[in-house]
Nanobody, 127 residues
Framework: QVQLVESGGELVQPGGSLRLSCAAS????????MGWFRQAPGKEREFVAA????????RYADSLKGRFTISRDNAKNTVYLQMNVLKPEDTAVYYC????????????????????WGQGTQVTVSS
């Protein structure tokens, strides 16, 4: 079983940038496809970005393309989410998730396809 811990969330002004990190322990991160999701108050958890085990494939929510970038460093057992030009509507708790798949190029976009979740990190975009 893999344990996931997110970090990097904080209060940032509109137009600013943040980089979230998701550190894994207990298992080698290279065995998992990874994803980022977010949940705003009163809303359902939504897909943000995903990356395959190999790192060769990525996918993003259409509304976030060009502003967010997902990456991974398997040697550091860490996945990142770089967020640029942040907007107030990006305010949410951001979660990373791990998919225990044998497919090295698969990316997943729905919550039910992931096996493990972190506790989340709060991102607040406000002036």
């Amino acid at each position: 079983q893999v344990q996931l811990v997110e970090s990097g969330g904080e209060l940032v002004q509109p137009g600013g940038s943040l980089r979230l990190s998701c550190a894994a322990s207990g298992r080698t991160l290279s065995n998992y496809a990874m994803g980022w999701f977010r949940q705003a108050p009163g809303k359902e958890r939504e897909f943000v970005a995903a990356i395959s085990r190999s790192g060769t494939n990525t996918r993003y929510a259409d509304s976030l393309k060009g502003r967010f970038t997902i990456s991974r460093d398997n040697a550091k057992n860490t996945v990142y989410l770089q967020m640029n030009v942040l907007k107030p509507e990006d305010t949410a708790v951001y979660y990373c998730a791990a998919d225990r798949t044998l497919n090295s190029i698969l990316v997943q976009t729905t919550t039910t396809q992931y096996d493990y979740w972190g506790q989340g990190t709060q991102v607040t975009v406000s002036s």
